[in-house]
Protein backbone atom coordinates (compact mmCIF):
# COMPACT_ATOMS: atom_id res chain seq x y z
CA UNK A 1 0.00 0.00 0.00
CA UNK A 2 0.91 3.45 -1.16
CA UNK A 3 0.51 6.91 1.21
CA UNK A 4 -0.16 9.54 -0.96
CA UNK A 5 -1.56 13.47 -0.89
CA UNK A 6 -3.99 14.83 -3.89
CA UNK A 7 -3.82 18.64 -3.68
CA UNK A 8 -6.42 20.14 -5.85
CA UNK A 9 -5.64 24.40 -6.17
CA UNK A 10 -9.07 25.68 -5.96
CA UNK A 11 -7.37 28.74 -7.28
CA UNK A 12 -6.34 26.91 -10.85
CA UNK A 13 -9.55 24.84 -11.00
CA UNK A 14 -11.79 25.95 -13.92
CA UNK A 15 -14.82 23.30 -12.98
CA UNK A 16 -13.95 21.57 -16.58
CA UNK A 17 -14.42 18.22 -13.96
CA UNK A 18 -12.08 15.93 -16.34
CA UNK A 19 -10.99 14.32 -12.72
CA UNK A 20 -14.55 12.94 -12.66
CA UNK A 21 -14.65 10.51 -15.03
CA UNK A 22 -11.23 9.09 -13.88
CA UNK A 23 -11.64 8.69 -9.99
CA UNK A 24 -15.35 8.65 -8.58
CA UNK A 25 -13.76 10.54 -5.60
CA UNK A 26 -13.23 13.77 -6.91
CA UNK A 27 -16.63 15.04 -7.63
CA UNK A 28 -18.18 18.62 -7.93
CA UNK A 29 -18.15 20.86 -4.68
CA UNK A 30 -20.66 23.73 -3.34
CA UNK A 31 -18.70 26.01 -5.19
CA UNK A 32 -18.86 24.76 -8.77
CA UNK A 33 -14.82 23.42 -8.28
CA UNK A 34 -13.28 20.03 -8.45
CA UNK A 35 -12.87 18.56 -4.31
CA UNK A 36 -12.43 15.26 -3.05
CA UNK A 37 -15.00 13.05 -1.27
CA UNK A 38 -13.56 9.47 -0.79
CA UNK A 39 -17.78 8.61 0.29
CA UNK A 40 -18.86 9.51 -3.05
CA UNK A 41 -17.13 6.22 -4.69
CA UNK A 42 -20.31 4.30 -5.23
CA UNK A 43 -18.79 1.07 -5.15
CA UNK A 44 -14.88 1.84 -3.76
CA UNK A 45 -12.54 -1.25 -3.79
CA UNK A 46 -11.41 -3.69 -1.06
CA UNK A 47 -9.14 -2.09 1.06
CA UNK A 48 -9.68 1.73 0.07
CA UNK A 49 -8.83 4.06 2.61
CA UNK A 50 -11.44 6.52 4.05
CA UNK A 51 -8.89 9.36 3.53
CA UNK A 52 -8.26 12.03 4.89
CA UNK A 53 -9.48 15.36 3.59
CA UNK A 54 -8.76 19.32 4.56
CA UNK A 55 -8.66 22.87 3.52
CA UNK A 56 -5.66 24.41 3.42
CA UNK A 57 -4.51 27.95 2.08
CA UNK A 58 -6.68 27.97 -0.63
CA UNK A 59 -5.96 24.01 -1.60
CA UNK A 60 -7.99 21.07 -1.03
CA UNK A 61 -5.84 18.26 0.43
CA UNK A 62 -6.92 15.01 0.49
CA UNK A 63 -4.41 12.16 2.03
CA UNK A 64 -4.79 8.20 1.50
CA UNK A 65 -3.24 5.24 2.11
CA UNK A 66 -4.22 2.62 -0.01
CA UNK A 67 -3.51 1.00 -3.47
CA UNK A 68 -5.69 3.66 -5.53
CA UNK A 69 -2.73 6.02 -6.35
CA UNK A 70 -2.72 5.13 -10.36
CA UNK A 71 -6.47 6.09 -10.36
CA UNK A 72 -5.57 9.79 -9.00
CA UNK A 73 -2.74 10.56 -11.07
CA UNK A 74 -5.21 10.14 -13.79
CA UNK A 75 -7.52 12.19 -12.78
CA UNK A 76 -4.90 14.41 -12.57
CA UNK A 77 -3.32 13.69 -15.45
CA UNK A 78 -6.74 14.43 -17.12
CA UNK A 79 -7.07 18.12 -15.51
CA UNK A 80 -6.71 20.46 -18.19
CA UNK A 81 -5.63 23.51 -16.05
CA UNK A 82 -2.99 21.03 -14.00
CA UNK A 83 -5.13 21.91 -10.47
CA UNK A 84 -4.74 18.75 -9.46
CA UNK A 85 -1.53 17.15 -8.09
CA UNK A 86 -0.49 13.72 -6.55
CA UNK A 87 2.45 12.92 -4.17
CA UNK A 88 3.37 10.07 -2.85
CA UNK A 89 4.82 10.13 0.81
Do not use: H, K, N, W
Not at 45 to 65: L, M, Y
Amino acid sequence: MTGYRVIVDEDACEGIFACLTRDPRFVEGEDGLATVDPAADPVPPSGSDEGRVREEDGRIVAEFEDDRADEARQAAAACPPGAITVEEY
